[in-house]
């Protein structure tokens, strides 16, 4: 199956939103604003699967002008399309060096995070559930 990796547009939205709203207890809440902030800033990609022409997975992220870290904010690839090597294509957009908090009760993104080499270097008390701090430099 053949992927396509780009910047969405703002007619991508709705269907963006949805694979957050179906991961909504890892990824919590994600705004129609936070996406369209990251079709401005150049900081959000989509994959896309070609022969189906919908969108199956996005990674949105913001660097940090003072220090030029980057938090990733939003990361969802579909059930139906996971370990198929998506995450890892859209991980290789996102600018070095990279912080981020993964809530406990995503056992994929720990997963797929140490996998990626990323180190775990805190794990804090959030709003809901335990959250594990991730890095890579
Ligand atoms: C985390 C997520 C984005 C990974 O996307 P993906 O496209 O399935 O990941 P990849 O196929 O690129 O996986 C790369 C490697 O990560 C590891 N990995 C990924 N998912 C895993 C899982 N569920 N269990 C164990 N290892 C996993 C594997 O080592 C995998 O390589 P392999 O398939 O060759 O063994 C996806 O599982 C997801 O959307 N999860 C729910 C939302 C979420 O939790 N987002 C992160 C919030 S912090």
Do not use: H
Not at 91 to 110: A, D, M, N, Q, Y
């Amino acid at each position: 199956m053949s992927k396509l990796y780009l910047p969405p547009t703002e007619s991508d939205i709705k269907e963006i939103s949805k694979i957050a709203d179906y991961y909504s207890n890892e990824l919590g809440y994600v705004s129609y604003g936070e996406l369209r902030d990251g079709i401005e800033g150049n900081s959000l990609i989509i994959s896309k699967d070609l022969n189906t022409n919908t969108i199956v997975g996005y990674v949105l992220w913001r660097t940090r002008k003072r220090d030029s870290i980057t938090r990733v904010y939003s990361f969802g690839v579909l059930p139906s399309y996971s370990r198929q090597g998506i995450g890892r294509e859209l991980l290789k957009f996102v600018p070095r060096p990279i912080i981020l908090s993964c809530p406990e009760s995503s056992v994929s993104g720990r997963e797929f995070y140490l996998s990626q080499g990323f180190k775990n270097f805190n794990i804090k008390q959030g709003r809901k559930q335990k959250l594990y701090e991730f890095k890579l430099d």
